[in-house]
C-alpha cells in the first residue's frame, strides 16, 4: 500500500473540475492515491440499502443465486485487448464492450448499467489473464465479492477490477452504490477501481474482497511492448 502510494508521488491524484486535489494521500491504488478527506468523504456517503436491516424472508430463494454459465464481461479500448484474453472471453461466451480512449466515464457507465442490472456478473480487463479454473471457481463461490490478484515485486495487488465478481445478492442490498457513491466521486476509469473497493468496505465492516488462488497473469508490459513494436502509442487506459 505504501509502494502504490509512493507511486503517485504520496499525494492524491482526485481530480474535480479538472484540477488534482495533491493533498498528502493515506491509501492508494496502482492507478489512483487518495487523501484522508476524499477517502472518508467517499466512505461516508456509501449507505447500507435499507433493506440491508431486514432478514430475508423464508422464501427468498439462495443468498448467491446466479445462472450457471459464468456472465463475463470485458471491458477493452482501441487496440488494447490482449489476443490471449480475447481467446479466453471467446471460449467462455463473454460480452465485449468498448470503452473508448477518449471517453473517460465509459467504463463507469457500463459498470452502473450492469450493476443496476441486478443481476451476478464478471468483469475481466483486455489484458488480463486469469485461468478457466480460477473464472469457474469464482463465478461458484459462495462469497459475495470475490477478486483476482496479480502480484508484481512481491506485492499482491487486488484493489482493481481485472478480476472481479459480484453476485446478485451483493447488488441488491447495496443496488445505488455505484451510481449514487462511486459516481458521485469516481466517474473517471482510473478512479473508479479504488472508490467502489471503498465503498464495498464500507457496506461490509470493512472486509475486503475474497481473493481466489492462483494470482491471474496481467499482461501489461507485454501490451506495452506490442504496442511498441506495432508504432502505436503508449496505453493510458
Not at 487518495?34 to 467517499?42: E, G, N, Q, S, V
Not at 447500507?48 to 430463494?61: C, Q
Not at 464481461?73 to 477518449?102: C, H, M, Q, W, Y
Request: net charge negative; hydrophobic share 40%; with cysteine.
Amino acid at each position: 500500500m505504501i509502494r502504490q502510494i509512493a507511486d503517485h508521488e504520496n499525494l492524491c491524484t482526485w481530480h474535480t473540475n479538472g484540477e488534482r486535489c495533491g493533498q498528502p494521500a493515506v491509501i492508494g491504488s496502482l492507478r489512483t492515491a487518495l487523501c484522508w478527506d476524499h477517502m472518508t468523504r467517499l466512505t461516508e456517503n456509501a449507505e447500507p440499502n435499507a433493506a440491508d436491516l431486514d432478514e430475508p424472508e423464508a422464501s427468498s430463494g439462495p443468498l448467491h443465486h446466479h445462472t450457471s454459465h459464468p456472465r463475463i464481461v470485458i471491458p477493452f479500448a482501441e487496440n488494447g485487448l490482449a489476443d490471449e484474453v480475447r481467446e479466453l472471453g471467446e471460449s467462455l461466451d463473454a460480452k465485449f464492450v468498448l470503452t473508448p480512449r477518449n471517453d473517460t466515464e465509459a467504463y463507469f457507465r457500463l459498470m452502473a448499467r450492469l450493476w443496476s442490472e441486478g443481476e451476478a456478473f464478471m468483469i475481466i480487463e483486455a489484458d488480463v489473464l486469469p485461468t478457466v479454473e480460477t473464472v469457474h471457481e469464482m463465478w461458484n463461490c459462495p462469497e459475495e465479492w470475490c477478486h483476482g490478484y496479480w502480484e508484481e515485486g512481491g506485492i499482491k495487488h487486488s484493489q482493481w477490477l481485472g478480476c472481479a465478481r459480484f453476485s446478485d445478492s451483493l447488488l441488491r442490498r447495496a443496488p445505488d452504490i455505484m451510481e449514487k457513491t462511486v459516481g458521485e466521486w469516481a466517474r473517471h476509469w482510473a478512479q473508479q477501481d479504488l472508490a467502489l473497493d471503498l465503498a464495498l468496505r464500507a457496506i461490509r465492516d470493512g472486509r475486503g474482497p475474497h481473493l481466489h488462488h492462483p494470482a491471474v497473469t496481467h499482461l501489461h508490459h507485454e501490451m506495452e511492448q506490442r504496442r511498441a513494436a506495432a508504432g502505436l502509442p503508449a496505453d493510458t487506459k
